[in-house]
Protein backbone atom coordinates (compact mmCIF):
# COMPACT_ATOMS: atom_id res chain seq x y z
CA UNK A 1 0.00 0.00 0.00
CA UNK A 2 3.14 1.98 -0.09
CA UNK A 3 2.10 3.58 -3.60
CA UNK A 4 -1.32 5.41 -1.95
CA UNK A 5 0.91 7.12 0.70
CA UNK A 6 1.63 10.76 -0.63
CA UNK A 7 -2.66 10.81 -1.75
CA UNK A 8 -3.33 9.67 2.03
CA UNK A 9 -1.15 11.93 3.20
CA UNK A 10 -2.79 14.37 1.07
CA UNK A 11 -6.18 13.42 1.62
CA UNK A 12 -5.01 13.90 5.76
CA UNK A 13 -4.96 17.71 5.37
CA UNK A 14 -8.02 18.33 3.78
CA UNK A 15 -9.84 18.72 7.41
CA UNK A 16 -7.53 21.30 8.12
CA UNK A 17 -8.54 23.64 4.77
CA UNK A 18 -12.06 23.79 6.63
CA UNK A 19 -13.72 26.33 8.82
CA UNK A 20 -16.37 23.83 10.13
CA UNK A 21 -16.66 20.76 12.06
CA UNK A 22 -17.09 18.01 8.76
CA UNK A 23 -20.84 15.94 9.73
CA UNK A 24 -20.48 14.30 6.29
CA UNK A 25 -17.68 12.02 5.17
CA UNK A 26 -17.34 11.40 1.37
CA UNK A 27 -14.75 8.43 1.40
CA UNK A 28 -13.45 6.09 -1.52
CA UNK A 29 -11.89 6.44 -4.72
CA UNK A 30 -10.98 8.92 -7.89
CA UNK A 31 -14.70 9.05 -8.33
CA UNK A 32 -14.81 10.99 -5.18
CA UNK A 33 -11.42 12.64 -5.23
CA UNK A 34 -12.37 13.96 -8.46
CA UNK A 35 -15.51 15.57 -7.55
CA UNK A 36 -14.59 19.02 -7.96
CA UNK A 37 -18.08 20.62 -6.96
CA UNK A 38 -19.00 18.25 -4.09
CA UNK A 39 -18.19 20.97 -1.38
CA UNK A 40 -20.64 23.17 -3.27
CA UNK A 41 -23.08 20.62 -3.85
CA UNK A 42 -23.16 19.19 -0.30
CA UNK A 43 -22.75 22.11 1.72
CA UNK A 44 -25.88 22.26 3.56
CA UNK A 45 -24.03 18.47 4.95
CA UNK A 46 -20.72 20.05 5.72
CA UNK A 47 -18.75 17.51 3.89
CA UNK A 48 -15.37 16.65 3.48
CA UNK A 49 -13.60 14.64 0.23
CA UNK A 50 -11.95 12.19 1.52
CA UNK A 51 -11.39 10.66 -1.94
CA UNK A 52 -7.99 9.12 -2.77
CA UNK A 53 -6.65 8.37 -6.48
CA UNK A 54 -6.52 4.76 -7.77
CA UNK A 55 -8.18 3.54 -4.76
CA UNK A 56 -9.37 -0.03 -4.17
CA UNK A 57 -11.66 -1.27 -1.84
CA UNK A 58 -8.92 -2.96 -0.23
CA UNK A 59 -7.23 0.11 0.33
CA UNK A 60 -9.81 1.91 1.55
CA UNK A 61 -10.10 -0.77 4.27
CA UNK A 62 -6.55 -0.46 4.61
CA UNK A 63 -6.69 3.45 5.12
CA UNK A 64 -9.26 3.68 7.11
CA UNK A 65 -8.61 4.08 10.83
CA UNK A 66 -5.65 6.43 9.51
CA UNK A 67 -8.03 8.67 7.48
CA UNK A 68 -11.35 8.71 9.01
CA UNK A 69 -11.00 8.43 12.86
CA UNK A 70 -10.11 12.06 13.61
CA UNK A 71 -13.64 12.35 12.38
CA UNK A 72 -16.91 12.83 14.60
CA UNK A 73 -19.58 12.27 11.27
CA UNK A 74 -23.28 12.05 11.09
CA UNK A 75 -23.03 10.47 8.15
CA UNK A 76 -20.68 8.56 5.30
CA UNK A 77 -20.90 7.92 1.64
CA UNK A 78 -18.48 5.46 0.44
CA UNK A 79 -17.89 4.61 -3.29
CA UNK A 80 -14.83 1.80 -4.12
CA UNK A 81 -14.96 -1.31 -5.88
CA UNK A 82 -14.33 -0.84 -9.64
CA UNK A 83 -10.51 -0.50 -9.16
CA UNK A 84 -10.27 -3.97 -7.24
CA UNK A 85 -12.68 -5.57 -9.90
CA UNK A 86 -10.71 -3.47 -13.24
CA UNK A 87 -6.99 -5.16 -11.05
CA UNK A 88 -8.55 -8.50 -12.07
CA UNK A 89 -9.93 -9.26 -8.46
CA UNK A 90 -13.29 -11.48 -8.18
CA UNK A 91 -16.61 -10.04 -6.84
CA UNK A 92 -16.47 -12.23 -3.70
CA UNK A 93 -12.86 -10.57 -3.02
CA UNK A 94 -14.19 -7.15 -3.30
CA UNK A 95 -17.41 -8.34 -1.15
CA UNK A 96 -15.37 -9.58 1.66
CA UNK A 97 -13.21 -6.59 1.34
CA UNK A 98 -16.75 -4.68 1.75
CA UNK A 99 -17.34 -7.23 4.95
CA UNK A 100 -14.37 -5.88 6.26
CA UNK A 101 -15.07 -2.37 6.17
CA UNK A 102 -18.27 -3.00 7.89
CA UNK A 103 -16.22 -4.13 10.80
CA UNK A 104 -14.16 -0.84 10.84
CA UNK A 105 -17.20 0.70 10.84
CA UNK A 106 -19.19 -0.85 13.64
CA UNK A 107 -16.38 -0.80 15.72
CA UNK A 108 -14.95 3.10 14.80
CA UNK A 109 -18.70 4.21 14.06
CA UNK A 110 -21.34 2.29 15.44
CA UNK A 111 -25.24 3.17 14.01
CA UNK A 112 -23.81 5.98 11.68
CA UNK A 113 -25.41 5.92 8.87
CA UNK A 114 -23.31 4.54 5.92
CA UNK A 115 -24.25 4.85 2.31
CA UNK A 116 -22.48 2.54 -0.09
CA UNK A 117 -22.63 4.09 -3.83
CA UNK A 118 -22.71 1.21 -6.39
CA UNK A 119 -20.10 0.33 -8.67
CA UNK A 120 -20.83 2.64 -11.63
CA UNK A 121 -20.74 0.84 -15.18
CA UNK A 122 -17.81 2.57 -16.93
CA UNK A 123 -18.03 2.13 -21.02
CA UNK A 124 -14.08 1.51 -19.69
CA UNK A 125 -14.64 -1.58 -18.03
CA UNK A 126 -17.51 -2.58 -19.99
CA UNK A 127 -16.08 -5.83 -20.29
CA UNK A 128 -16.52 -6.81 -16.77
CA UNK A 129 -19.65 -5.49 -16.61
CA UNK A 130 -20.96 -8.87 -15.77
CA UNK A 131 -18.55 -8.58 -12.73
CA UNK A 132 -19.39 -5.05 -11.74
CA UNK A 133 -23.44 -6.54 -11.28
CA UNK A 134 -22.38 -9.25 -9.41
CA UNK A 135 -20.33 -7.39 -7.18
CA UNK A 136 -23.23 -4.58 -6.69
CA UNK A 137 -25.70 -7.16 -6.19
CA UNK A 138 -23.71 -9.04 -3.53
CA UNK A 139 -23.52 -6.11 -1.08
CA UNK A 140 -26.73 -4.72 -1.93
CA UNK A 141 -27.99 -7.81 -0.37
CA UNK A 142 -25.71 -8.10 2.42
CA UNK A 143 -27.05 -4.15 2.72
CA UNK A 144 -30.80 -5.45 2.37
CA UNK A 145 -30.57 -8.15 4.83
CA UNK A 146 -28.65 -5.85 7.32
CA UNK A 147 -30.54 -2.59 7.09
CA UNK A 148 -29.91 0.04 8.77
CA UNK A 149 -27.56 2.08 9.48
CA UNK A 150 -26.39 0.68 6.15
CA UNK A 151 -28.00 1.84 2.12
CA UNK A 152 -27.35 0.82 -0.68
CA UNK A 153 -27.76 3.52 -3.20
CA UNK A 154 -28.95 2.53 -6.96
CA UNK A 155 -26.16 4.73 -9.40
CA UNK A 156 -26.00 2.16 -11.84
CA UNK A 157 -29.25 1.82 -13.42
CA UNK A 158 -29.57 6.00 -14.50
CA UNK A 159 -25.99 5.98 -15.78
CA UNK A 160 -27.54 3.04 -18.92
CA UNK A 161 -29.73 4.15 -21.69
CA UNK A 162 -32.58 2.51 -22.81
CA UNK A 163 -30.57 -0.08 -24.78
CA UNK A 164 -28.78 -0.94 -21.39
CA UNK A 165 -25.35 0.46 -22.24
CA UNK A 166 -23.63 3.51 -20.14
CA UNK A 167 -24.33 7.04 -21.48
CA UNK A 168 -21.10 8.26 -22.85
CA UNK A 169 -21.86 11.90 -21.86
CA UNK A 170 -21.91 10.65 -18.76
CA UNK A 171 -18.25 9.79 -18.47
CA UNK A 172 -14.66 11.61 -19.54
CA UNK A 173 -13.38 11.12 -22.97
CA UNK A 174 -10.97 8.18 -21.07
CA UNK A 175 -14.17 6.64 -20.50
CA UNK A 176 -13.80 5.37 -17.00
CA UNK A 177 -13.67 8.96 -14.63
CA UNK A 178 -17.57 11.26 -14.54
CA UNK A 179 -18.07 13.85 -16.68
CA UNK A 180 -19.60 17.12 -15.23
CA UNK A 181 -22.57 15.84 -16.34
CA UNK A 182 -21.68 12.29 -14.61
CA UNK A 183 -21.45 14.19 -11.30
CA UNK A 184 -24.79 16.39 -12.20
CA UNK A 185 -26.29 13.16 -12.20
CA UNK A 186 -25.02 11.71 -9.19
CA UNK A 187 -25.29 14.74 -7.12
CA UNK A 188 -29.60 14.89 -7.95
CA UNK A 189 -29.40 11.18 -7.11
CA UNK A 190 -27.60 11.84 -3.54
CA UNK A 191 -29.45 15.09 -2.63
CA UNK A 192 -32.69 12.91 -2.62
CA UNK A 193 -31.38 10.53 -0.65
CA UNK A 194 -30.07 12.60 2.19
CA UNK A 195 -33.17 14.59 2.42
CA UNK A 196 -34.35 10.84 2.96
CA UNK A 197 -32.21 9.74 5.27
CA UNK A 198 -32.89 12.64 7.02
CA UNK A 199 -36.88 12.53 7.42
CA UNK A 200 -36.42 8.77 8.27
CA UNK A 201 -33.87 9.82 10.91
CA UNK A 202 -36.61 11.90 12.85
CA UNK A 203 -38.81 10.69 15.52
CA UNK A 204 -42.28 12.21 15.14
CA UNK A 205 -42.99 13.63 18.61
Known amino acids: MIWY ?6 VEKERSKLNYEPRTLFYGSSSIRLWETLYDDFKEYQPVN ?8 AA ?3 FFDRILSPYKPERILFYAGD ?14 FFQQLTVHLEKRFPGIPFSFLSIKPS ?5 IIDQIKYANSLIKDA ?3 AGPPYQYVDLFDSM ?3 GGRPIPDLFETDKLHLSKKGYEL ?8 LVLNIQNSVTPI
Open 123 to 127: PARWS
Open 186 to 193: WRGILQKH
Open 143 to 145: IDQ
Open 60 to 62: CDW
Open 160 to 162: LDP
Open 50 to 57: LGFGGSTL
Open 83 to 96: NDLGDGRSPEEVFI
Open 5 to 10: EDEVKR
